[in-house]
């Protein structure tokens, strides 16, 4: 068996460890005789995998008691309609700070809801950057800020969070558990599982308690928080193997020594890549340098031409799924916490071997 290094934006590489013992307990979980697939989802050994993994994310987060976290289903772009739904009332609205995509599909959804009002935007430069604070319109009558702190397409990511008087709502899907954040910073966060938390299926979302009683009678039940938080996420059958798998997830982590010790990791990946990029006349890097994102590091070939035959020999080295995203074009490395720093060195060979035959 030959893995390859993968970098994809998602879902994305998991950890080796985690896919080992996945695989250990694959037929007999715990002495149960069968796989965590095949159990029932109110069955005490589910029930005990499903709290487990709720306390070490909380551990990890450093999640007070003032904070939900729910274990959904519906992806992250389910959120982009459930938060509103869960907030705000129709003739109220959201601000939005928009740096890519990501930021352009929330604001699109949340219209259908209330007012999506857009006080900064990127666009004029391409996505390139976050809009500086100072230019950001806060004169609306909203009480909620919405940003998408990592742009996975972009490779755009906050790198401080503002303090605003309004209430913070950040999509952290191609972030969450890279870097240690504070909690108390956000009224409401989520992201889907499928980069950094584990298998596609989970969308994993930590909300204040107290803005939790003002959903939508025609919320969907299974949207609604405060619904969700009394039924600890088991309002109907729960993604029970995504959430078994990011809970080992979650103890890799632990065992890796926390958020600071995998931050620390992830800064010495991404710069490596960047450093690279930066010094040679070869490659290019789309992104202004303060928002260079630690997660997906998009680059350029500075001759387009040579596109193809780039991710060919990559692929041929065991260097997998590098095509940026259709929409941008040239090159994307997604470096989450499941790709090794040995996939970055791999890649940073080929870089330069690349560089010495094509250059
Ligand atoms: N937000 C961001 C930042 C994402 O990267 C993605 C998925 N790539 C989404 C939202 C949508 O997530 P999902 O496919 O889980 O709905």
Redesign the pocket.
């Known amino acids: 068996m030959e893995r390859v290094y993968n970098f994809s934006?998602?879902p994305a590489a998991l950890p080796e460890p985690v896919l080992e013992r996945a695989k250990a307990e694959m037929l007999d979980y715990g002495s149960s005789g069968m796989s965590v697939m095949e159990m029932s989802h109110r069955s005490n050994a589910f029930v005990e995998i499903a709290s487990r993994a709720e306390a070490n994310l909380r551990n990890l987060l450093k999640i007070g008691e003032d904070y939900y976290v729910l274990f959904l289903q519906?992806?992250?772009?389910?959120q982009?309609s459930a938060f509103p739904m869960n907030l705000v009332s129709p003739e109220d609205s959201i601000d939005y700070v928009s740096t890519g995509s990501?930021s352009q599909?929330?604001i699109a959804e949340c219209s259908k809801y209330c007012h999506a009002n857009v006080i900064a935007s990127s666009i004029e430069t391409g996505f390139d950057r976050i809009p500086e604070e100072d230019d950001w319109n806060m004169d609306s009558n909203s009480q909620f800020v919405h940003i998408?702190s990592?742009?996975?397409?972009g490779g755009v990511q906050f790198k401080e969070f503002p303090s605003l008087d309004k209430i913070l709502i950040a999509?952290m899907?191609?972030e969450l558990l890279s870097r240690q954040i504070n909690i108390n910073d956000f009224g409401l966060i989520y992201a889907?599982a499928?980069?950094n938390i584990g298998p596609?299926g989970l969308?994993i979302v930590i909300v204040r308690k107290d803005l939790c009683s003002k959903a939508r009678p025609e919320t969907p039940a299974v949207f609604n928080y405060g619904a969700q938080a009394e039924a600890d996420s088991m309002l109907n059958t729960p993604p029970t193997y995504s959430w078994y798998l990011a809970g080992l997830v979650f103890e890799w982590l632990l065992e890796l020594g926390g958020l600071d010790a995998v931050e620390k990791i992830n800064n010495e990946k991404a710069q490596k890549l960047y450093d690279a990029i930066q010094a040679s006349d070869f490659y290019d890097s789309p992104v202004d340098p303060r928002y260079r994102s630690t997660m997906n590091v998009p680059f350029k070939l500075k001759d387009e031409s040579l596109d193809d035959a780039f991710l060919k020999e990559a692929e041929q080295v065991g260097l997998t799924n590098l095509k940026g995203h259709r929409s941008v074009g040239g090159m994307r490395a997604s470096i989450y916490n499941g790709v090794p720093p040995g996939a970055v060195y791999a890649l940073l060979d080929f870089m330069k071997e690349f560089e010495a035959k094509y250059g």
């Open positions: 934006a998602g519906g992806g992250a772009t389910a982009f990501w599909k929330a998408c990592n742009e996975t397409i999509d899907s191609s889907g499928q980069k596609a969308t």
